[in-house]
């Protein structure tokens, strides 16, 4: 990827989308731009902290495990998100796993240089802090609903949720949301069991909360869905 193209790129990022000529020349300078394959690993938990990455092409799954192994999906990140949010402003180690669910293209950022541009742009510090600001307000939200909802009801908000980030509109308003996800992707996404979100999509199906085609796809209404939270 020439020079010119990651600048056009890193531009389309949040991050960067304010930034004049001059600035972003500084940021596509330190940049890397790697092919990652599906099913390898851009970093595993316990890893040094060395670069943010931008996605600017692919599919990557964050997760977390513990001792045991059980894994807790922590977020799924596609084209124009970056990872791990807390990279810029944390020492040590990777704190989850980053799997390549398809084949991505990355850019990567090393923190040590990145730092060092931000000493010279004090103004892009305030563009990370927001982009930062509203990934805890996301993060709050769904420690919220694991608090104070019970397991159907963060079923209900986890696919509201996935039908924004992932799904794709049709023309009748309804959202198509891929067979990407299995059941135990989404059990691990709140912390359940598999054969409980397999219970509740198969009563949502009989309630007509949801249609499945011919291919596994979920069609969704977020109207319906949000109408459904409000009534419980």
């Known amino acids: 990827m020439k020079i010119e193209e990651i600048k056009k790129v890193l531009s389309g990022f949040t991050?960067?989308?304010?930034?004049?000529?001059?600035?972003?020349?500084?940021?596509?300078?330190i940049a890397i731009v790697r092919e990652w394959k599906k099913n390898s690993h851009v970093f595993l938990q316990g890893d040094p902290l060395e670069n943010v990455y931008f996605i600017y092409h692919g599919k990557i799954k964050i997760y977390k495990s513990d001792v045991s192994g059980k894994e807790q999906i922590v977020n799924i990140m596609k084209k124009?998100?970056?990872f791990p949010h807390v990279g810029f402003f944390r020492k040590g180690d990777y704190p989850a796993y980053s799997e390549v669910l398809e084949q991505s293209t990355l850019i990567a950022i090393p923190i040590s240089k990145f730092e060092n541009v931000l000493i010279e742009n004090p103004e892009l510090c305030i563009k990370v802090f927001?982009?930062?600001?509203?990934?805890i307000v996301d993060l709050q939200n769904r420690l919220e609903e694991?608090?104070?909802?019970?397991?159907?009801?963060?079923?209900?908000?986890?696919?509201?949720?996935?039908?924004?980030n992932h799904g794709k509109k049709k023309e009748d308003g309804t959202i198509l949301l891929k067979s990407e996800f299995?059941?135990?992707?989404?059990?691990?996404?709140?912390?359940?069991?598999?054969?409980?979100?397999?219970?509740?999509?198969?009563?949502?199906?009989?309630?007509?909360?949801?249609?499945?085609?011919?291919?596994?796809?979920?069609?969704?209404?977020?109207?319906?869905l949000m109408e459904e939270i409000h009534l419980i």
């Not at 909802?149 to 039908?163: F, G, H, M, P, S």
């Open 130 to 135: 927001k982009v930062l600001g509203e990934k």
């Open 15 to 29: 991050l960067f989308r304010d930034l004049n000529d001059y600035e972003l020349t500084k940021i596509t300078d």
């Open 80 to 82: 124009g998100d970056m």
């Open 146 to 164: 694991q608090i104070l909802n019970n397991t159907y009801e963060q079923i209900v908000k986890l696919l509201i949720r996935l039908a924004k």
């Open 182 to 224: 299995t059941n135990k992707d989404l059990a691990n996404m709140i912390g359940t069991t598999r054969e409980t979100i397999s219970r509740t999509l198969t009563k949502m199906k009989k309630d007509e909360l949801i249609e499945v085609d011919e291919d596994g796809n979920m069609i969704l209404d977020i109207e319906i």
